[in-house]
């Protein structure tokens, strides 16, 4: 039906940057939120920044002023550009998407496999 594939992950030292990379592919009519969450080991998975079908985002305060997300609906993607990264963003970093499938009325959220991000101090 629907499938969410993250890319961009790695390794990175404190203060470098990352650029993540999500795109929903299958039988989808549109997309309205996609959003970026993150779990570190030991750690509830909490969100990291979320944006709208039209361009609003929100994002944790932890984050705020280093990462930005972004989206293309052409391209049914979302992009967390991750700047300054310190050792605490270390975690797995998934995406997620409200997504209105081909002949449904209801949005469905789907998630991605996520992606390794480490930074190392």
């Known amino acids: 039906q629907v499938q969410l594939v993250e890319s961009g992950g790695g390794l990175v030292q404190a203060g470098g940057s990352l650029r993540l990379s999500c795109a929903a592919s299958g039988i989808i009519f549109g997309i309205n939120g996609m959003g970026w969450y993150r779990q570190a080991p030991g750690k509830q998975r909490e969100l990291v920044a979320a944006i709208t079908y039209s361009g609003r985002t929100n994002s944790a305060d932890s984050v705020k002023g280093r990462f930005t997300i972004s989206r293309d609906n052409a391209k049914n993607t979302v992009y967390l550009q991750m700047n300054s990264l310190k050792p605490e963003d270390t975690a797995v970093y998934y995406c997620?998407?409200?997504?209105?499938?081909?002949?449904?009325?209801?949005?469905?959220?789907?998630w991605g496999q996520g992606t390794q991000v480490t930074v190392s101090s």
């Open positions: 997620n998407a409200e997504v209105i499938v081909a002949g449904r009325m209801l949005p469905t959220t789907y």
